[in-house]
């Protein structure tokens, strides 16, 4: 889903950037989408979180949470069996290389949460600051930027990646960085896209003019006022961002330009190699990989899309139970007055 | 005596937000008689429009309603939607304010007529659709050559006037209009009100215009209604409400209306009320000059002030003021924070 | 003015707006390919050919002279459709674009088709009943069609159709009989197949498109989805929806007739950037389902490190986007008359 | 076969399945299967993962290539199906008329698919044109030893070579002497693939690359392999999974070359109409040491390596049954084949190998760099390397860091610059020939270019190419191999089974399977089902 304009609803037409809300805590800004959020929204924001979370923690905690190593391929009492079912000693099965299924999976969340950590940031440090020049100071600087950012979008994402992975992989043997810059290359026009646009209708703001009035220099306006406005929607970028991110890795694994086993285990390449399996019958090996692309992916979606619905005013349907509508007869005592049907003069009209 | 063709009996019309409901239209009868006009005024926020989608049962979902829109002889609020869709058309009509949006981009205007008047009178053909359409918009002074052309060929002025081609294409008994001018400017807006105008003439159609410009109801209406706050407070023929308001808040507010002789501006102390919590007893009594003890504590009632008028005031009940509270009320100055 | 008169101009307007465009897009490719260290020669033949084979293999292909001129001969080759002949097989661009091209076109199209088919409709339920039960169903459905790679759905179609049910062929464009009676007349089998009335080879081909065409089309059904749900959803608060339901049009009528064509709209603007969607998921599908497209010419270049066949496959990809999202907007002024006015 | 006959594109050239769990469709009915009484059908369906570079012999020296060329060429001489020694095919007969000279006297009228005459003048063109065009993915280095060739009369050939050369009638069996009509093809170009002709069993009617190659019996053909199957299609696939289902369906009704050991078991244990025949195969794989290089220069690290592999144990765990220990570079199946290795190292034993690198003096553990290469012999490779390395560093002796590159900087790195000092490569056989097998490796550093060389070996060489004895030449490729395993310079690790899945009623794909390695079309036929 890389057609962000299509997520705002209307291309280009970015939100209304207002005058900076109250400053409220950093927490009430974040759980705000929340607070706001209701029915199906809530539960996709909620579920979407709660997945995104759940790789999160278990990337970080991987050693911990994995029963061996993500290359280990023999415990105490010997080697384990090559495609073995799932036992207690490997809860989730062996692949074919021996390694642990269920270490693989594990370690798999570290690598594909550091591509997108490297690749969203890479995004991020790119495609901001050069959309709110471009989008501030305008000029040949703007156009050059619209066109070459235009090109860029015409690329199908994954082509590119294969190219820069292909390009990249005898330069920089890191299979990760690879994968992350091949991810950035296609992403930062998305960025630049979006932020330009809400600079441009942020620029005439007022407050914009009365910093600009009160002798600010460009840098600080971008800086301070700019910024936090036109950040708003760069979270559903983000997470649209990331799940690219991870679905590009799986297919690079897939297709062997990816991150070789022996570097760290990533999972379009252990589903590439579990392909044989599953013809054969043995299910775990491609399940377990296949199932972290689709949950990771899926997760953090659903968080984009649950942003997006919050963030998007014109989608909002006020859920509000009917009113029990009481005639006045039934308020209180405090309205006494006439019976509320009107007398109806006979002789009424010419 | 004719019969009304639509009659508002306790018309409750309730929209549910965080804060509770709204009380949009709290109480509202009012009845509109074969080919009469009557105005609906008040400020913006007072409910008026909401009366008037009531009345063709164009509510939102979490809209709640009570009370009776009796229309030959059947309340339209209980009609299942797809009897109020036969309903609406042939019987009753719509105008709304801001023409620019009413018509479906992608749709030519002669699609817009045909697609009506398919639904409304299947058996009629092709051609004599196209030329019961041609003939409405002649009246509307539209050329035939523009019958094919897309909305965004028009200007606002034309497209009211196709709007309301397209609600009386199939004369209905009982025409809403919602502020048809305010969009538009003073040239076009006159234009419209003689095409409204009409109206009684041609089709004996009886016309709910709602407006907040005074002048249109001086000149074009038979009876109006003053509305504050979700309640009609005064209603009567038009010449006698604008020339001796009964109730108050109709006095204020035909004081507050700028006209060519105007000296000094006036307007109204205060804000319209939080529909969610309107004020206690009458809703006007924090603003009104004549307001007394009892306007804060008991419901005024409503009083015939003259033929065929009413106005919800105590004023005209003085004499069953309870003791003691026909004192005026005394109330704090109001902080300028809470004029704005 | 007749309004074909500015529609035509309309057209002249975008057309010269993507010369500049194709512009950058050639020497994005140029300089991307010259990123890695070495020469596109020493790469792909490096192994093979004596020192003193390669130097002249390099002046023949002018790969010794300056950047600028390389690259000004890569934008005159490219201007007359000459993208290069590749290293390793010593094919045109062109003749390769005309062998496997028809695949990946006939697989995109379908894909688009199948997308369209069923992400519409959809899109519609989702958007008429907002915040319902049916609504988050299809949105789950729309996310999960587009989180699971292509090559993990592709594996499971084929296990579950192919292999146990025996419902679908598993692979290929078409039978071995079928592909080898075809004549070539269009290069595009299934047109070849019906140019000469074979129409059970025509099915044939039909039914090995089946699997590919939905795994490929459901990479793209979600946005059409969201996209729907969106507009239509705006469209059924706006307000000729409101002045069309006030002159009696029944719901079912509002919602198809008037919700739903306004939000085609933006679905044809976005289609443009589904195409360069498609053709990434193309990839990996084609390799999936051993699809002879564009998709596995470009794998096989890369594998073989064939700088010019990956090069200037890669740019016939791109053009190939420009030019669809310029037909896009062209049919969008035709859909939607705002634009051309 | 020179270096680059690894240039096979992603190809595992040892096929092994697994067991096809869940339900089993029964002899899922392939619908292509014609009906009709038990007389033999008229096609059958070849399906491959294999990439063909040409099918103009000038640039094939890939087995996939090769595969086609056999079949739509003829030789003057061929290796029959089974044997290992070159037999007359377009020759009446071939001879030395002395040491350096070979005559060949051809078969009277032979004629190409075209209708062009095959004389003596073909095979001359044929010859020179290799040569001038030594196109780079081309076999032409083969026919170094060639120095001229005349046409003495419109049937016979006489060959004259540079140095007495007992492997030259083998040379003549291969694709590098495919004999090519001088009226079509061109003395300077490479033919287009659309436009093959050739005197072989078949003819190239219809050839998509990369998708479909359709052959019919060749009219005009008159040489000892007779088709029995008038029509053949290859299938070519991307992914071995689509191939495996592809079989099991019944689209196909071969599938020979890259189902992955996974596929093959499970094919093997399946009962869905679908069986697995092998023979022994002459592909084989080996380590290479750069002797010039820290710390392999030093020949006891070489042994002690040579002594810890467990040969078995990674012919069970990775290839399940498709491949075989390999205990000398020359393939068992050849005649002059000796387990030198298994002779003096008989079986792994880290204690041996601690042994050797003490009394060497060698401080253990020894850190070692080793490379692979992950796309260029298919995705198992990774697994070979992954065991070497798991068997080394298991016996605490050695310390090991794997790494991987693509093949053309893989090639670079190890032959030309040398950084690359412990490496894996595969190889092929360009005859069914100990030769072939012994002097590319042993002599003067051998292809890649490893820094070894050793007089004796060399000596060896040249008394085996110049004596005619059979006997003589196994004695001296006996002592060849005696001095691979002590000086260790390549470590043989397995040789592969030729492997293929036949649908039920498919029969003679197993005769096929012999050193020369090449798919004989004629030899398979295929019942009505």
Avoid at chain 2, 216 to 240: F, K, L, N, S, T
Avoid at chain 3, 33 to 53: E, N, W, Y
Avoid at chain 3, 171 to 192: C, F, G, N, R
Wanted: with cysteine; charged share 20%.
């Amino acid at each position: 889903m890389t057609a962000t304009t299509s997520v705002t609803g209307t291309p280009d037409k970015a939100p209304e950037a207002g005058p900076p809300k109250r400053r409220g805590g950093l927490l009430s800004r974040i759980t705000a989408p929340y607070r706001q959020s209701h029915g199906i929204q809530r539960f996709m924001l909620v579920s979407g979180t709660a997945i995104s979370l759940a790789m999160i923690l278990m990337a970080i905690f991987a050693p911990l949470l994995a029963p061996y190593g993500f290359d280990t391929y023999q415990d105490a009492d010997g080697r384990f069996p090559t495609q073995g079912e799932p036992s207690d000693r490997n809860p989730w099965g062996t692949t074919v290389q021996g390694f642990d299924v269920m270490s693989r999976a594990i370690f798999g969340a570290r690598t594909a949460v550091e591509v997108v950590l490297l690749a969203v940031a890479f995004s991020l440090m790119i495609g901001v600051p050069l959309g709110l020049i471009s989008g501030y100071i305008g000029g040949w600087l703007d156009r050059v930027l619209v066109l070459i950012m235009d090109a860029l979008f015409a690329f199908p994402y994954l082509l590119l990646a294969i190219v820069a992975a292909f390009l990249l992989s005898n330069t920089i043997d890191s299979g990760i960085v690879v994968t992350a810059i091949a991810i950035t290359v296609v992403y930062v026009p998305q960025y630049f896209r979006v932020v330009r646009a809400s600079t441009l209708s942020a620029r005439e703001a007022t407050y914009i003019e009365a910093a600009r009035a009160i002798g600010a220099k460009p840098r600080t306006v971008i800086a301070r006022y700019l910024f936090p406005n036109v950040i708003q929607s760069v979270p559903v970028i983000a997470t649209l961002n990331a799940a690219d991110a991870i679905l590009t890795l799986a297919g690079l694994g897939f297709l062997g330009l990816g991150i070789q086993p022996s570097e760290a285990a990533e999972w379009g390449y252990d589903l590439q190699r579990a392909i044989a399996d599953a013809g054969a019958g043995i299910w775990w090996t491609a399940l377990f990989p296949g199932l972290g692309i689709v949950l990771a992916v899926t997760g953090l979606t659903l968080v984009g899309e649950g942003l997006n619905d919050v963030l998007n005013p014109t989608l909002r349907r006020r859920r509000v139970d009917r009113p029990v509508v009481q005639s006045r007869r039934a308020v209180g005592s405090s309205a006494v007055g006439p019976a509320s049907a009107p007398e109806v003069e006979e002789d009424a009209g010419q | 005596m004719k019969q009304p063709v639509l009659s508002l009996r306790d018309l409750h019309i309730w929209y549910g937000s965080e804060r509770g409901p709204v009380r949009a239209v709290d109480g509202v009868s009012l009845d509109l008689l074969p080919g009469e006009t009557v105005g609906l005024v008040g400020e913006s926020g007072c409910g008026k429009s909401t009366l008037g989608r009531g009345v063709l049962g164009l509510l939102p979902d979490g809209a709640g309603h009570a009370g009776e829109v009796s229309y030959g002889g059947r309340n339209i609020l209980a009609l299942k939607p797809k009897e109020l869709a036969q309903l609406r058309g042939p019987d009753l009509g719509m105008i709304f304010q801001e023409p620019m949006t009413r018509l479906n981009p992608l749709m030519r205007i002669s699609e817009h007529f045909e697609e009506v008047l398919r639904i409304h009178e299947p058996d009629l053909s092709k051609k004599q659709a196209k030329a019961r359409a041609l003939e409405t918009l002649r009246g509307m002074g539209i050329p035939p050559t523009r019958y094919t052309q897309y909305p965004h060929e028009f200007s606002g002025g034309m497209r009211q006037r196709i709007m309301i081609a397209l609600a009386l294409v199939l004369r209905p008994a009982v025409v809403v209009a919602d502020e048809p001018t305010t969009a538009l400017d003073v040239l076009v807006e006159a234009q419209i009100l003689r095409i409204i105008a009409d109206l009684r003439r041609n089709f004996d159609t009886a016309l709910l215009l709602i407006t907040h410009n005074l002048g249109i109801v001086a000149e074009a209406c038979d009876r109006v209604a003053v509305m504050y706050a979700g309640r009609v407070v005064e209603q009567g023929p038009a010449y006698d409400v604008t020339t001796k308001p009964a109730h108050p808040y109709s006095r204020e507010l035909l004081r507050s209306t700028i006209s060519l002789s105007t000296r000094e501006l006036h307007s109204i102390p205060g804000a319209p009320p939080d529909l969610v919590s309107p004020p206690s007893a009458c809703r006007f009594h924090p603003r009104c000059p004549n307001a007394m003890k009892v306007c804060a504590e008991q419901w005024p009632p409503t009083v015939t002030v003259g033929t065929a008028r009413r106005s919800e005031c105590w004023l005209h009940a003085t004499e069953d003021i309870p003791a003691g509270l026909e004192a005026p009320l005394e109330r704090e100055e109001l902080a300028v924070a809470e004029e704005a | 003015m007749s309004r074909a008169g500015s529609l035509r101009g309309y057209i002249l307007i975008r057309i010269a707006l993507m010369v500049p465009m194709v512009w950058v897009l050639l020497t994005v490719v140029f300089l991307m390919m010259r990123v890695a260290p070495g020469d596109p020669i020493s790469a792909t033949l490096g192994g093979k050919l004596s020192p003193a084979d390669l130097d002249e293999r390099r002046e023949a292909l002018g790969f010794d002279r300056s950047l600028f001129v390389q690259y000004l001969e890569y934008l005159w080759d490219a201007v007359r459709f000459q993208f290069g002949t590749t290293i390793t097989d010593g094919q045109t661009i062109g003749s390769i674009l005309v062998e496997n091209g028809g695949a990946t076109l006939t697989l995109t199209v379908a894909a688009l088709v199948f997308a369209l088919v069923v992400g519409l409709p959809l899109g519609l339920i989702a958007g008429r009943y907002r915040e319902t039960l049916p609504d988050a169903a299809i949105r789950i459905f729309a996310i999960l069609g587009y989180a699971a790679p292509p090559f993990f759905i592709g594996l499971l179609a084929q296990l579950l159709f192919a292999k146990n049910l025996d419902w679908l062929p598993a692979s290929k464009m078409a039978s071995p009989i079928v592909q080898a009676q075809a004549e070539t007349y269009t290069h595009i089998l299934i047109i070849d197949l019906a140019i000469d009335g074979n129409w059970d080879g025509v099915w044939d081909v039909v039914k090995h498109l089946i699997l590919p065409a939905v795994t490929l089309g459901l990479l793209v059904m979600g946005v059409f989805i969201r996209l729907v749900r969106v507009n239509v959803g705006q469209a059924l608060g706006g307000d000729y929806v409101e002045a069309a339901r006030a002159r009696g049009v029944p719901e079912r009528r509002v919602v198809s007739r008037h919700a739903f064509r306004n939000a085609l709209v933006p679905v044809v603007t976005v289609m443009g950037l589904q195409v360069a969607l498609l053709l990434g998921g193309a990839v990996l599908t084609e390799q999936t389902f051993s699809w002879p497209g564009l998709g596995t010419r470009l794998l096989q270049y890369l594998n073989s490190r064939d700088y010019i066949g990956v090069q200037g496959l890669i740019t016939v990809f791109a053009l190939v986007v420009v030019v669809i999202s310029l037909l896009i907007d062209i049919i969008n002024a035709l859909i939607d008359p705002r634009v051309r006015y | 076969m020179r270096a680059h006959r690894m240039a096979v594109l992603g190809c595992t050239a040892l096929l092994a399945v697994a067991a096809c769990g869940g339900s089993d469709d029964d002899g899922g009915g392939g619908e292509n299967a014609p009906s009709g009484g038990g007389g033999n059908a008229d096609t059958y369906v070849l399906g491959t993962t294999d990439k063909v570079v040409a099918l103009d012999p000038v640039g094939a020296y890939d087995l996939a290539s090769q595969q086609l060329i056999g079949n739509i060429y003829q030789n003057l001489l061929s290796v029959p199906a089974g044997g290992n020694t070159p037999e007359p095919d377009a020759a009446e007969s071939c001879d030395w008329s002395d040491d350096k000279t070979y005559v060949c006297k051809l078969k009277p009228d032979l004629k190409f698919s075209s209708g062009d005459p095959l004389t003596a003048e073909d095979v001359k063109f044929s010859l020179e044109r290799m040569l001038k065009i030594a196109d780079p993915t081309g076999p032409y280095t083969l026919l170094g030893s060639l120095d001229s060739v005349e046409a003495t009369d419109p049937q016979t050939v006489t060959m004259k070579l540079k140095k007495v050369d007992a492997t030259w009638p083998f040379i003549l069996t291969h694709n590098v002497a495919a004999i090519v009509p001088d009226e079509i093809y061109s003395d300077s170009e490479k033919q287009p693939d659309d436009k093959i002709v050739g005197s072989g069993p078949y003819k190239l009617d219809k050839y998509t690359p990369n998708q479909q190659a359709v052959f019919s019996a060749n009219p005009e053909y008159n040489g000892p392999n007779k088709p029995q199957t008038p029509k053949v299609l290859v299938q070519y696939f991307e992914q071995a999974s689509a191939l495996k289902l592809a079989i099991e369906q019944g689209d196909v009704d071969v599938a020979y070359r890259s189902l992955s050991p996974t596929d093959i078991e499970a094919l093997r244990n399946s009962n869905a109409g679908v069986k697995v025949v092998d023979g022994e195969g002459t592909e084989i794989r080996y380590a290479v040491f750069n002797v010039k290089k820290k710390p392999v220069d030093n020949v006891a690290v070489r042994q002690a390596i040579a002594q810890i592999v467990d040969r078995q144990a990674i012919v069970d765990s990775i290839y399940k049954g498709t491949a075989t220990p390999l205990y000398s570079t020359v393939p068992s199946a050849f005649p002059g084949a000796k387990e030198s290795f298994k002779d003096k190292y008989g079986d792994p034993d880290p204690a041996k190998a601690k042994q050797l690198l003490d009394d060497a003096g060698v401080q253990t553990p020894v850190e070692l760099d080793a490379w692979y290469t992950p796309t260029h012999y298919g995705p198992v490779e990774v697994d070979l390397w992954n065991e070497l390395k798991r068997q080394l560093e298991g016996s605490g002796l050695f310390k090991i860091n794997l790494d991987s590159t693509e093949w053309d900087q893989y090639k670079e790195e190890a032959f030309d610059k040398g950084t690359y000092y412990f490496y894996g490569l595969g190889w092929f056989p360009d005859f069914p020939d100990a030769d072939n097998y012994l002097t590319p490796f042993m002599r003067d550093g051998g292809f890649f270019v490893n820094g070894y060389s050793n007089e004796e070996v060399n000596k060896a060489l040249d008394a085996e190419l110049a004596s005619q004895d059979s006997g003589e030449r196994e004695e001296q490729f006996g002592i060849v191999q005696d001095i691979q395993a002590e000086d260790v310079p390549v470590l043989p690790l397995w040789e592969g089974k030729q492997v293929a899945a036949v649908r039920e009623g498919v029969e003679g794909v197993e005769k096929t399977f012999d050193p020369a390695f090449q798919f004989r079309f004629w030899l398979v036929t295929k019942k009505e089902s």
